[in-house]
């Protein structure tokens, strides 16, 4: 089984970088938190820093670790593991995907995630929503 880190990268303004797989990747077309395989000893926390510093020229602090999700694809199994992580700086050039955007955890579910990444986009939107709520409750 395949060990992939995905960043759950946070701004300042709470919104999440996603990308897209570009053309020519497995799963062209689809979203998914960006990330890569673990080298052999690395965490999931190193794993994640260092691939969006390769891949897409950001820095990031990185955090907790979300959760876990085992996933079987026609070519193999993956354990993808979520990393949260605060953006720190860099401009985004991509390298393995063909778009990527900062989107409000609320509208994660207008995107086609890759369906590994489907366990993280459903807690992220529970957690959105139940914030959501207290935040309006504190308000009202």
Same mark, same amino acid.
């Given at each position: 089984?395949?060990?992939? #880190?995905?960043?759950? *990268? ?15 990747? &497995?799963? =062209? #077309?689809?979203?998914?938190?960006? #990330? ?19 891949? !897409?020229?950001?820095? *990031?602090?990185? #955090? =907790? ?11 193999g199994s993956i354990r993808l593991i979520a990393v949260r992580a605060a953006y720190i700086s860099g401009e985004i050039q ?8 900062? *989107?409000?955890?609320?509208?994660? &579910? ?7 990444? !489907?366990?993280? *986009?459903?807690?992220? !939107?529970?957690?959105? &929503?139940i914030g959501g709520a207290r935040d309006r409750e504190v308000l009202e």
């Amino acid at each position: 089984m395949i060990e992939v #880190g995905a960043a759950i *990268v946070e701004d300042e303004a709470g919104r999440l970088l996603i990308a897209r797989r570009r053309e020519g990747k &497995s799963q =062209a #077309g689809l979203w998914e938190f960006p #990330g890569g395989k673990l080298e052999p000893g690395e965490t999931a926390q190193a794993c994640i820093a260092r691939e969006l510093r390769e891949e !897409m020229n950001i820095e *990031v602090e990185p #955090g =907790a670790i979300l959760g876990e999700n085992e996933h079987d694809y026609a070519n193999g199994s993956i354990r993808l593991i979520a990393v949260r992580a605060a953006y720190i700086s860099g401009e985004i050039q991509l390298t393995d995907h063909d778009l990527c955007e900062w *989107v409000e955890p609320g509208r994660l &579910s207008q995107y086609l995630f890759a369906p590994a990444d !489907m366990k993280f *986009v459903e807690m992220l !939107m529970r957690i959105d &929503s139940i914030g959501g709520a207290r935040d309006r409750e504190v308000l009202e």
